[in-house]
């Protein structure tokens, strides 16, 4: 089932949202400050996330940013960059909405507003997105087993020691298999488009991988594409 994070401080919102949100299919975990939304997003799975901008505790511009930033990966099959993410904002509130959709929002609703139409709206944004359900959170290529959910990887049955960085470009590599990426769109991709350093950081992150898939003898490799970037193949005998 889709899980949606719902972080909106008046209950009585929040309830009412989720009741439409859970006739409408969806599994809705609510919260209803800015640690616990955190503490979610550090350990769950989730499709889709609002954001009520005014928290008792600080603000879902926080939990934006931080997104956008490749703190969180709200569900395993997505990026720093297209997770999607609604923002509620009062109304009348026009430079939240700029600052919500400059910081990365999909889309915002005002309040108040008719729950119907935020379903819609949801419904609308993960079809646009191409929102696909995995029925498993197991991804296997070559000798690598991803357990999704864990955020682990295995190699035979031992685990492969990889930092939160190298664990994502090493999964979005096998995801996209013999597909070149320049650094540019793997910093967009892994470190999200507010990351500050330089291509460098793409270069160490890449020659740390490849030490690892040579540690564990696995039969893939990052190939340099010289000129372009880098690319991800099964390495022939």
Same mark, same amino acid.
């Given at each position: ?5 719902l ?9 009412i ?11 809705v ?8 939304a $955190?503490?979610?997003l ?12 005014m ?7 926080d ?13 395993p ?17 026009? %430079?939240?909405?700029? $600052? ?10 005002? %309040?108040?507003?008719e ?9 609308v ?8 359900t995995?029925a ?8 690598l087993?991803?357990?999704?959910t %864990? ?24 995801r ?9 769109q ?18 160490i ?11 564990? $003898?696995?039969?893939?490799q ?11 193949e099964?390495?022939?005998?």
């Amino acid at each position: 089932m889709n899980r949606i994070l719902l972080v909106e401080d008046d209950k009585k919102i929040s309830g009412i949202t989720r009741k439409y949100l859970e006739h409408a299919g969806f599994s809705v975990t609510s919260v209803f400050n800015l640690k616990t939304a $955190q503490m979610e997003l550090e350990q769950a799975v989730f499709c889709f996330a609002i954001f009520d901008v005014m928290l008792l505790d600080g603000s879902g511009f926080d939990l934006l940013r931080d997104l956008r930033e490749g703190l969180y990966f709200l569900s395993p099959n997505s990026t720093p960059i297209d997770t999607p993410v609604l923002m509620l904002t009062a109304l009348g509130q026009t %430079k939240h909405v700029v $600052q919500g959709l400059r910081t990365g929002a999909d889309d915002y609703v005002s %309040k108040p507003f008719e729950p119907t139409e935020l379903v819609e709206r949801v419904s609308v944004i993960l079809k646009r997105a191409g929102h696909k359900t995995y029925a498993t959170s197991v991804v296997k290529v070559a000798e690598l087993e991803f357990e999704l959910t %864990k955020r682990s990887v295995t190699s035979r049955g031992e685990q492969v020691v990889l930092n939160r960085r190298e664990y994502d470009l090493l999964l979005f590599f096998c995801r996209n298999m013999k597909k070149v990426f320049d650094r540019e769109q793997l910093i967009a991709q892994i470190w999200g488009i507010a990351f500050d350093g330089g291509d460098r950081s793409v270069d160490i992150c890449v020659q740390r991988v490849r030490s690892r898939l040579r540690e564990h $003898q696995v039969g893939l490799q990052i190939k340099t594409v010289w000129g372009v970037g880098y690319m991800m193949e099964e390495m022939t005998t």
